[in-house]
């Protein structure tokens, strides 16, 4: 899922959660959060059934079919709930579903709903909603950007969308039949990823038109909010906050003990940290660049295992290269220079400070291969001698006429512009970036977007280069390869949207299809790494660190627990 705040180290574990418990202190400055002193430890809290947090700022969706953002994706998974769901020690377990069964060849799963399942309106829900709901997400008419994730149904096209038998509901609703077109290690982790969250067809069918397929019944509260998780959407006021309220109809309500999430929706995590000190937040997902050393000498800091890479992309049909007057060749190695003058350890050094791990590959260090080892084997570049690194850009960039090694100076003038959303710590990134290209010549400019703003552009290719991140939705390479086949939702640099281009993104796509439907696992990651390969060659993705998330919770709050694929889980929280 895309990365919407800077917070981001190596992977030590594949599938662990961290349940946040902080200690008390004794000791108070009215200096806290100035860099100087760590912040008061609060060890009471008089209302123990109302728990006051910070994501993100206004999310883009929370129609878990057409989400794609991590901060987006924590609010589903406390609204909504699917055939799984992942337990606080990042395992997985039953969640609508009370078991399930796996046939011999593995290509037919059975799942058993169980007995009595609501949603919050009172309403029955069962088997006939999944249905309806993976049905939904995967049609044309919605045009999902995770629309791709279908791709392990026989009859899915994005022309039509799942065919009747790939999914089939009993006549008593009781059991669920999902036929699949190959073996898929990671499909259980799907039925716990929001895309194949269930949805209530009353009210999406009520709240579409002619102008709106898709319906408008998950942009406000109200009565068209319907949903089957442990809270339900009570109040909206954009821009500004929301309200959740515990779903007395959520089949596992009674270890709901926080009756209440009010939720802050700020783009200014500065704004945040000082509620957050100020006792008016009990959670926080993330700290501002300049406060980060104070923070962490809180008991109340935490940092938690990511899965996923921090990166930017080139947009490959980007008018750049015809202003430079490089043909497609020639801009490849012009993005493999700009690579290689990226100084990633002072990033992470002086913007992340928690302990990130510069990145060599795009696929984050801790991937597992699916066949028993980790992924990662191999380095695209050099992150140990940045100064070797910055003369092999500029030789490259000389190889293309660009640069003069003799006189150490740009031949012509190389401008292009940056787009970031709107976050302290992406700008400073930004500004990082902009450094190091000045320093050979390179003036790059520095735009920025509101996040929601943001995602639509990128989306429409309309940028030279962008930010870019991406913590993984399931442990499995494929994740982090799929998303950039032609038709994906997720491909904004663009690979395959312009015919009269040489690069042949067919045949990636065909490699996607192929890992898909490889069921030696051996094989497989082999597949995966040539996968890799291919897309790093384009030099349109330029991985600069992996991800780790800090963020701050309230010594009296128990519970809440996160997992390396960066969703947040408060339904299980208790306030001591």
């Not at 959670?283 to 000498?297: C, G, L, Y």
């Not at 990662?376 to 500029?394: G, H, L, P």
């Not at 040539?530 to 991800?547: H, Q």
């Amino acid at each position: 899922m895309k990365k919407k705040l800077v917070s981001l180290v190596l992977v030590a574990s594949m599938a662990l959660g961290l349940v946040a418990c902080g200690k008390s202190a004794t000791d108070t400055s009215s200096n806290a959060g100035t860099g100087s002193e760590a912040p008061a430890v609060e060890t009471t809290k008089e209302d123990k059934t109302t728990l006051n947090i910070w994501m993100s700022s206004e999310p883009a969706h929370i129609d878990p079919a057409l989400n794609s953002s991590v901060d987006g994706g924590c609010l589903a998974v406390n609204s909504f709930e699917g055939l799984m769901r992942y337990a606080a020690d990042g395992s997985l377990e039953p969640a609508c579903a009370e078991s399930y069964e796996v046939s011999e060849d593995g290509l037919t799963y059975t799942f058993t709903m169980r007995d009595g399942l609501k949603w919050s309106n009172g309403e029955s829900l069962d088997a006939s909603d999944f249905v309806y709901s993976w049905k939904r997400a995967a049609s044309p008419e919605v045009a999902a950007d995770y629309s791709y994730l279908a791709e392990i149904f026989p009859s899915f096209t994005y022309e039509t969308g799942l065919g009747d038998e790939d999914v089939v509901a009993s006549e008593d609703g009781k059991t669920l039949t999902v036929h699949l077109k190959s073996v898929c290690p990671y499909f259980l982790d799907l039925c716990a990823f929001p895309f194949f969250f269930p949805v209530n067809e009353e009210a999406v069918e009520a709240s579409k038109s002619a102008d709106d397929p898709v319906g408008s019944w998950a942009n406000d509260a109200g009565e068209n909010f319907v949903c089957n998780g442990a809270y339900v959407l009570s109040s909206w006021n954009h821009d500004s906050d929301m309200t959740y309220t515990k779903n007395d109809n959520y089949w596992d309500a009674d270890s709901v003990s926080v009756t209440t999430l009010n939720v802050m929706l700020t783009a200014e995590n500065t704004v945040a940290y000082t509620a957050y000190q100020t006792g008016d937040l009990d959670f926080i997902d993330d700290i501002p660049v300049a406060e980060i050393p104070t923070a962490m000498q809180s008991s109340e800091f935490n940092i938690l295992d990511n899965l996923g890479t921090y990166y930017f992309s080139f947009n490959y049909n980007s008018d750049l290269y015809d202003s430079l007057g490089l043909n497609e060749e020639d801009a490849k190695v012009f993005r493999h220079a700009i690579a290689l003058l990226i100084d990633r350890q002072y990033i992470c050094d002086t913007i992340g400070q928690t302990g990130q791990v510069p990145a060599s590959t795009f696929i984050p260090a801790g991937c597992v291969d699916g066949n028993g080892g980790e992924f990662k084997n191999t380095d695209y570049y050099s992150i140990d001698d940045y100064e070797a690194n910055v003369t092999e850009a500029k030789s490259l960039l000389e190889s293309i006429g660009l640069f003069d090694t003799a006189t150490d100076a740009l031949t012509q003038d190389v401008s292009f512009t940056y787009l970031t959303n709107n976050v302290e710590g992406n700008v400073k990134i930004g500004e990082a970036i902009q450094a190091d290209l000045a320093a050979v010549g390179i003036n790059m400019s520095i735009d920025q977007e509101e996040w929601n703003v943001f995602q639509e552009t990128r989306k429409a290719g309309n940028y030279d280069v962008a930010r870019e991140g991406w913590i993984m939705d399931y442990n499995d390479p494929v994740n982090m390869l799929e998303m950039y086949t032609t038709e994906s939702g997720n491909n904004n640099p663009q690979f395959g949207k312009d015919s009269s281009k040489s690069l042949d993104w067919a045949k990636y796509d065909e490699m996607i299809d192929n890992i898909r439907t490889e069921a030696d696992l051996a094989k497989r990651a082999e597949l995966m790494h040539e996968a890799e390969d291919y897309l790093m060659d384009t030099w349109c993705i330029i991985p600069l660190y992996y991800y780790n998330d800090p963020y701050m919770i309230k010594g009296y709050v128990d519970g809440v627990y996160g997992t390396v694929e960066g969703m947040k889980y408060f339904y299980h929280a208790t306030i001591k």
